[in-house]
């Protein structure tokens, strides 16, 4: 009977001791239940669940480091940095047979290629890939399953996810890490910290398994969008490897030789079937795509292999080629001005550069002055750090009022309109204090503001410069908008040093520690 049959499936299976006797009593009770009972399908379910787990199956680390770099390389472009380590780990994988971390973080915007690099990883070393979104993740439960007598249990996803893998060494891909989320229900990243601790995780306990499973010779990677929301524990147990977003020329070698050759492959084209020069894919990541990876990008060119596919297949051409005038008959009108920055300067408008989650943008900022009472009023959708900004401004503002040329009681007379627009996005953070400030005078002075110019940077009270966060992401924004001058603040110099050749080439960075260095390079 059913009993005998699982006996079979248990013969047949290499398993470690303590797990057949499981099984083998899980077994002795199946025989002993009536034939149907709900009972029996709980446990008939939990033994499939044991005997489907790669509890000593495993896969040959293939650690010749030359042939992983080609593999690494044929898969993405750029990506030095990362792919470095990933070959740093091998070798040493290679020297010390068993690996004790650390656990690779892969840190960056959408779309800049951290699931797919993991997943090339795997295949350079020639292990089972596996990947699980942590994304909403909020219940202890989904890590590590619910007991056997709650209704419906199951196992938690890393298990799941072994079974999946059905080795016991896997590349195991965590994604979205800063996406998990915590609730009375309890703390996932706990049961996370224990899945990534290796001192602990060769008898990783799941409560639906009920025996402990082995996870000390899996390869975990994680991806994140942003470090901020890591609960710190899981920080401090991982190595971040930081990918930023991609410049137009980069993106332009990643479309050509990898995106354009992908998508041609998935649509069963032949390389002479379908051409599209690089004038014309500069074109696409220029009017058709805003983003700092190549996501979008990608979608683009899969959408002219669409387009391409039909007209061959329908017999109105043998090849296609497309050239940039073409793009909108295949792609439809673009869909952004290349060079968003202002085509004249203007009074009262500023941009600043903002550093979101998905990379680099840049955030225009509009400032009116009316007739009124002394308001300040912010709309936009500000955050609460990013309204203080815009008070130190002001209070700089009228500060320096004589200085500025303004009558000393023009804040009482004017109600002062602090707006910044695509409001459904939120913003904050205080470094668009010196674009608020600069807005805010060149209103009230009406001053023009120079249109080539983008800035970031938080201000003090007393209008000094105070350093931001992520000026290679802001810099990619303003590059690819078209700004030629970028002022930040002096002390976030050092960090020019990461900023890619091809845009410094072609832009200007202007060091700035105080507010009346900024009003004269924008006015
Ligand atoms: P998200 O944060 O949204 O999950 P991601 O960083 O995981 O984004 P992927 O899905 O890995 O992004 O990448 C999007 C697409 O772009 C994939 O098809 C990937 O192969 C391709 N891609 C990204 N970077 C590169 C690169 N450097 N070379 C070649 N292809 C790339
Ligand atoms: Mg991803």
Known sequence: GEADELRTLMEEKELPERVKEKIEKEIDRLEKMPASSAEGGVIRNYVDMLLSLPWTESTEDDLDILKAEQVLDADHYGLEKPKERVLEYLAVQKLVKKLKGPILCLVGPPGVGKTSLARSIARSLNRKFVRISLGGVRDEAEIRGHRRTYVGAMPGRIIQGMKTAGSINPVFLLDEIDKMAADFRGDPSAALLEVLDPEQNNTFSDHFVELPFDLSNVMFVTTANTVHNIPRPLLDRMEMLFIPGYTELEKLQIASRYLLPKQRKNHGLEEEQLSIEDDTLLKIVREYTR?????????????????????????????????????????????????????????????????????????????????????????????????????????????????????????????????????????????????????????????????????????????????????????????????KKILLPKDNERDLKDIPESVRSDVEFVPVSHMDQVLKHAL
């Open 291 to 483: 983003e700092s990876g190549v996501r979008n990008l990608e979608q683009q060119i899969a959408a002219l292999c669409r387009k391409a596919a039909k007209i061959i297949v329908s017999g109105e051409k043998e090849r296609v080629s497309i050239l940039p005038a073409e793009v909108k008959d295949y792609l439809g009108a673009s869909k952004y001005r290349y060079g968003m920055a202002e085509l004249e300067d203007q009074i009262g408008t500023v941009t600043g550069l903002a550093w979101t989650e998905v990379g680099g943008d840049t955030l225009l900022i509009e400032v009116t002055v009316v007739q009124g009472t002394g308001k300040l009023i912010l709309t936009g959708q500000l955050g609460d750090v990013m309204k203080e900004s815009a008070q130190a401004a002001f209070s700089y503002t009228r500060s320096k009022a004589e200085e500025l040329g303004l009558a000393p009681d023009f804040y009482e007379k004017n109600d002062i309109h602090i707006h910044i627009p695509e409001g459904a996005i939120p913003k904050d953070g205080p470094s668009a204090g010196i674009t608020i400030a600069t807005a805010l005078i060149s209103a009230l002075t009406k001053r023009y503001v120079s249109k080539d110019v983008a800035m970031t940077g938080e201000i003090t009270l007393r209008g000094r410069v105070l350093p931001i966060g992520g000026l290679k992401e802001k810099s990619l924004a303003a590059h690819r908008a078209g700004y």
